[in-house]
């Protein structure tokens, strides 16, 4: 099932930012636009995303609002690749170094501190993103605009409007339900087409 701005996750969502903020319409329009709260990918959609993307060890996997880091710190200590994430929040940046370190992945892959949308794409060969739809339409310019032909995009739960997926992947799982109200996840995947070529 996909999400949008009339589903139960979104509505959910809002709801909340709103009731945070004071009842102020701009706390949910301002939170949109900056991907929404930090919601945990469940680790059976990282996994299915980074089977999605065909991640390996030829792979740098970009993160864009990268949370506690799993998506990064997944690939590299599954599949072997390299890769970034890019958060808001400066604790979680600060909580996925520490992992990494952890892990001994700190030579694999690093976070940073930045908005997504002035992220630096030029490494990527994979970026993996989980951000409500007002961002993904919002990143996606940037996406087509930076990356190079050929690089995959994965998405979980929302799609970037009229650009069609290649490839859907519906995940019904228990524990989604107790982070969103939602009993499936869906994974989409893009392909960067070659805009030279006709």
């Keep these: 099932m996909t999400f949008n701005k009339s589903s139960e996750l979104f509505r959910s969502l ?3 930012l709103l009731f945070a903020g004071g009842g102020s319409a701009s706390a949910a329009d301002t939170a949109a636009l900056t991907g929404g709260p ?9 996994d299915a995303m980074l089977a999605v993307a065909n991640v390996s060890d030829r792979d740098f996997v970009i993160d864009l609002g990268s949370g506690d880091g799993r998506i990064v710190i997944t690939a590299a200590q599954k599949f072997g690749a390299r890769g970034k994430g890019y958060d ?7 909580r996925s170094t520490a992992t990494a370190a952890r892990l001994k992945l700190g030579d694999r892959v690093r976070f940073e ?3 997504v949308l002035l992220a630096d794409l030029k490494e990527a060969t994979v970026i993996t993103l989980y951000l ?3 961002m993904m339409i919002e990143l996606r310019a940037k996406l087509l605009r930076e990356l190079k032909p050929g690089t995959r995009i994965v998405s979980h739960d929302f799609d970037f409007g009229d650009w069609q997926p290649e490839r859907t992947v519906n995940l019904e799982l228990d524990e989604k339900y107790d982070i969103t109200g ?7 995947l893009w392909t960067v087409p070659d805009r030279t070529k006709k």
Excluded at 38 to 46: D, E, F, G, K
Excluded at 88 to 94: A, C, K, M, S, Y
Excluded at 182 to 188: A, G, I, K, P
């Design 88 to 94: 808001i929040d400066g604790e979680l940046v600060e």
């Design 38 to 46: 930090y919601v945990p990918t469940p680790q059976r959609v990282v």
């Design 14 to 16: 809002m709801l909340c």
């Design 182 to 188: 939602s009993w499936s996840s869906t994974v989409y």
């Design 113 to 115: 501190k930045r908005d």
């Design 132 to 134: 409500l739809p007002a």
